[in-house]
């Protein structure tokens, strides 16, 4: 009886070793794989017999293999992607909506307002001539060019902005059903015993992945399913997977639920940023835009009107632009055909520049609450900046700590070559010596035999 037990433990022992050797090998093999969670082998007693009133042990058995993951530091990681991620996609679009304004320089908007105001003052010294008329309409246009380009420009990184906002909702919903469907996986595994630490290391990397996108809270049950929710609503779990679309609702791009239509709060992730941009920043850099040139217009035009062409009889009560909408700066098509029609006169008399000087000090007056107009655009390229640097330090902050965290998980998670190797060792040495006492039963066996 005592052979047989002493077989048995060996057995057990090779085999309880060979196991744990196997996972140390995975382990090893995953050394280079970031998304991978070191296992560890927790070996227990086997269960002991009861022979005689005496208690008889039965050697070494594997009582569950860990998964090593903090779930804290997961938590923190991912709050962390989602804060980065929201503010560097706002800096990258926003960085590139400042490249359409090129200030500053020549080709900027506050270079083309000043040149076309100057060219007034030039022609309020020669009120008469034709080639400074010219001037002046060449400035017009000039300046018209150049809001429509920056108008445009802007409105085409808008749209940009809702065509990348539908494909990140498309993604959000290829993650949640990757997530629903190792949900599944998983809790089948967990159920019947058994362990699914690789399909668990494949559904933590969704997570990550879709933290990066959209702001999420994941909690778990019994069963080891991760139940997904954003922003409050329900979106993956073992059994469902929510599809959300994107949808514009008063020139607020959103994303909803296509169960229930219920719009979902973004606060992280890139699609809250490229809902910030498109539903805040851009609508408010265009406002200011518009604010701005009309204003324009209107000063312009209402000295403009006042003044006398070179007709003969002079006339007065000419708009010099025919008005402002949407990027779109027109001017009096009657100038454009003949520049005599500009009207600087004050009197109607010959010579006369007053309303040219008077058009040209616009650009000195605080015409738009309380500022020039050069004042009130500057302000706009100078929020634009800010809005750009406010992103931007708060994702550069918010690496720093990922950096961290990712330094704390790997700690934690990772595996470690040199660890490995010692418990190679170690299993190494006790299935040597599960083999050796095999053998020292083989010869009880047989010293047995010969005694017969």
Partial sequence: MSLSRILNIASRGLSTYQRAMDLTSHNIANAGNSSYSRQRALLGTGRPEYLNGFEWGTG???????????????NEMRIGLQNYSANDKRASVLSRVEQYFAEPGTAGLSD??????????????????????NKVISQAQHLASN?????????????????????????VNTYLQQIQELNLQISNQTQTGGTANDLMDRRDLAID????????????????SANISIGGTLAADVVHAVEFKAELKDGKLQMVSGTDNTAVKLTGGELSGLSKVYSN???AYINKIDEIFSTLVDTVNAQHSTGYNLGDPPINGINFFNGYSNGVLTINQDILDDPANIAVSSDGTSGNGDIALAISEINNQSVLNGNTLIESYSGLISRLGTDIKTASDSADSTYLVLEQLQYERASISGVSIDEEMTNVIM??????????????ADEMLSTIINMV
């Avoid at 000043?114 to 400074?132: A, C, M, Q, R």
């Avoid at 920056?150 to 902005?161: L, N, R």
């Avoid at 992945?209 to 080891?224: A, G, M, R």
């Fill in 60 to 74: 070494v058995t594997i009582d569950r293999i860990d998964r090593v993951r903090n779930k804290f530091v997961d």
């Fill in 112 to 133: 083309s307002i000043g040149k076309f105001f100057s060219s007034f003052s030039e022609l309020s010294v020669s009120p008469n001539s034709i080639p400074l008329r």
């Fill in 147 to 171: 809001i429509q380009s920056v108008y445009a420009g802007v409105d085409a990184i808008k749209k940009d902005t809702f065509t990348e906002f539908n494909s990140t909702v498309n993604e």
């Fill in 209 to 224: 992945k879709l933290s990066e996108l959209v702001n999420i809270n994941v909690t778990y049950d019994n069963s080891n």
């Fill in 281 to 283: 920043d851009i609508p």
């Fill in 427 to 440: 299993y190494q040495k006790s299935y040597d010596a599960s083999a050796k006492l095999v053998k020292v």
